[in-house]
């Protein structure tokens, strides 16, 4: 089993930046993609970035030149920068390990204008 533990998560005005962190304990050989995924009220839960355990990372066209997905694998954890934050990003954060899809219980994120 692994266990993902989100934080960082808060309020911050529209432009602002914040930084989330994910920790991984547990089995966590078994974890070869680490991804970073939104749920906004009243939406599906929807793909923010990821990172291979090689460092090859994707992100959605929404976040792109704004979010930075990072992963420092001697500590198990990975980070996901966001800058020039907008309203629209308000959403629980939830952090994934694959291929085995573990989920984190998720941070709030709430920007406000």
């Known amino acids: 089993q692994v266990q993902l533990v989100e934080s960082g998560g808060g309020l911050v005005q529209a432009g602002g930046s914040l930084r989330l962190s994910c920790a991984a304990s547990?089995?966590?050989?078994?974890?070869?993609?680490m991804g970073w995924y939104r749920q906004a009220p009243g939406k599906q839960r929807e793909l923010v970035a990821v990172?291979?355990?090689?460092?090859?990372?994707n992100y959605a066209d929404s976040v792109k030149g704004r979010f930075t997905i990072s992963r420092f694998n001697a500590r198990n954890t990975v980070y996901l920068q966001m800058n020039s934050l907008k309203p629209e990003d308000t959403a629980v954060y939830y952090c994934?390990?694959?291929?085995?899809?573990?989920w984190g219980k998720g941070t709030l994120v709430t920007v406000s204008s």
């Open positions: 994934n390990g694959s291929p085995m899809d573990y």
């Open positions: 990172i291979t355990s090689g460092g090859i990372t």
């Open positions: 547990g089995s966590i050989f078994s974890i070869n993609v």
